[in-house]
Nanobody
C-alpha cells in the first residue's frame, strides 16, 4: 500500500524559506507523478508543483515560479519542495499526492494517494 509522509512545515516570516519533504513508500512502478498541493482555509485545494517519473519533468504554478523548487532523491524515495521568498499568500496546509501517470494531472481529483499534510504559516 502506498504511503506518503510529509514533513518540514512550520511558521516563518515573510521572505523566509522552508523545505518540505515527502517520503513515498509501497510503490514499485516505473512511472508516476508526485505533486504538492496546498489548501488555505475557505479556499479550494490548488496545485503548487509536480514531478513526473521516470523523466523527472517538473511543473510549477505561476504563483510560485522562481521561488519554489521541486527536487527528488530517488535513493531515499523522497521529493523535496524548497520554498524561498515566502509570502503570506503561501500559507496553507501542504499535501503530497501521487498517481500512476506519465504526466502530471492538473486536477487533485485525479490523484489516488495523499499524505496527511503539513502546515505552512507565513506571518510576521
Amino acid at each position: 500500500q502506498v504511503q506518503l509522509v510529509e514533513s518540514g512545515g512550520g511558521l516563518v516570516q515573510p521572505g523566509g524559506s522552508l523545505r518540505l519533504s515527502c517520503v513515498a513508500s509501497g510503490f514499485t512502478g516505473g512511472y508516476y507523478a508526485l505533486a504538492w498541493f496546498r489548501q488555505a482555509p475557505g479556499k479550494e485545494r490548488e496545485g503548487v508543483s509536480c514531478i513526473s517519473f521516470p523523466d523527472s519533468a517538473t511543473e510549477y504554478a505561476d504563483s510560485v515560479k522562481g521561488r519554489f523548487t521541486l527536487s527528488s532523491d530517488n535513493a531515499k524515495n523522497t521529493v523535496y519542495l524548497q520554498m524561498n521568498s515566502l509570502e503570506p499568500e503561501d500559507t496553507g496546509n501542504y499535501y503530497c499526492a501521487m498517481v500512476v501517470s506519465w504526466v502530471c494531472p492538473k486536477s487533485p481529483g485525479l490523484f489516488d494517494y495523499w499524505g496527511q499534510g503539513t502546515q505552512v504559516t507565513v506571518s510576521s
